[in-house]
């Protein structure tokens, strides 16, 4: 996680930016979490969506990354995609007309290695920030789903008690792709949070 991170901050050299407001969703949170620690001043304000911080109050337990590798053993791209998409998104959004086949292609669009995703899973497993969010001084937004099968409602709950100052919004009824089943207001709550809390530098 911390070779993300630096790669992501070496993104930030190579475009000559100083700082930015830093998002992260998912695996991608706990890259953010790293960065916000490990480079301080390069991170104006935070937000660290359906994450996890690490063992010591988190889990990586819920059911839908279990449902996920099952359906890959079959080797069937349809049984594959309709155990992801059930584990990624809410009972109520899934009902919706046509989310199945946008969800595909979208899915299918951007294909990544299997070795890949191992390489993934095994950072997301070793990841631990937990001693270390206390230090975070940028203001930092946590949100979740109710309704997540991939990361639990609970690893919100702590990340967020975890960062001194911040603030948590859960999105009630809604599963891990929050941004994908609420975007307009995801978009409000993170142009609300970099315009209006975050640290000048």
């Given at each position: 996680?911390?070779?993300?991170?630096?790669?992501?901050?070496?993104?930030?050299?190579?475009?000559?930016?100083?700082?930015?407001?830093?998002?992260?969703?998912?695996?991608?949170?706990?890259?953010?979490?790293?960065v916000v620690v490990r480079y301080p001043g390069r991170?104006?304000?935070?937000?660290?969506?359906?994450?996890?911080?690490?063992?010591?109050?988190?889990?990586?337990?819920?059911?839908?990354?279990?449902?996920?590798?099952?359906?890959?053993?079959?080797?069937?791209?349809?049984?594959?995609?309709?155990?992801?998409?059930?584990a990624n998104l809410s009972a109520g959004y899934r009902?919706?007309?046509?989310?199945?086949?946008?969800?595909?292609?979208?899915?299918?669009?951007?294909?990544?290695?299997?070795?890949?995703?191992?390489?993934?899973?095994?950072?997301?497993?070793?990841?631990?920030?937990?001693?270390?969010?206390?230090?975070?001084?940028?203001?930092?937004?946590?949100?979740?789903?109710?309704?997540?099968?991939?990361?639990?409602?609970?690893?919100?709950?702590?990340?967020?008690?975890?960062?001194?100052?911040?603030?948590?919004?859960?999105?009630?009824?809604?599963?891990?792709?929050?941004?994908?089943?609420?975007?307009?207001?995801?978009?409000?709550?993170?142009?609300?949070?970099?315009?209006?809390?975050?640290?000048?530098?």
């Amino acid at each position: 996680m911390g070779e993300l991170a630096g790669d992501a901050v070496g993104v930030l050299d190579a475009l000559g930016i100083g700082s930015a407001h830093v998002m992260g969703i998912s695996l991608g949170g706990m890259v953010a979490q790293e960065v916000v620690v490990r480079y301080p001043g390069r991170v104006r304000s935070v937000v660290l969506g359906c994450t996890y911080a690490g063992p010591d109050g988190g889990a990586l337990d819920a059911p839908g990354p279990v449902r996920m590798m099952q359906a890959a053993a079959t080797r069937d791209v349809s049984v594959s995609m309709r155990a992801a998409f059930e584990a990624n998104l809410s009972a109520g959004y899934r009902e919706r007309p046509g989310a199945f086949e946008g969800f595909v292609e979208l899915a299918l669009s951007e294909q990544v290695p299997a070795a890949v995703i191992a390489l993934q899973m095994r950072a997301a497993v070793e990841h631990d920030a937990v001693a270390r969010l206390g230090g975070v001084t940028a203001p930092a937004l946590v949100v979740h789903g109710s309704e997540d099968e991939m990361i639990w409602p609970k690893n919100g709950e702590h990340v967020a008690g975890l960062i001194p100052g911040a603030r948590l919004e859960v999105f009630e009824g809604v599963g891990h792709l929050f941004w994908w089943e609420r975007p307009e207001r995801t978009a409000a709550l993170v142009r609300e949070h970099a315009l209006g809390r975050s640290s000048a530098l």
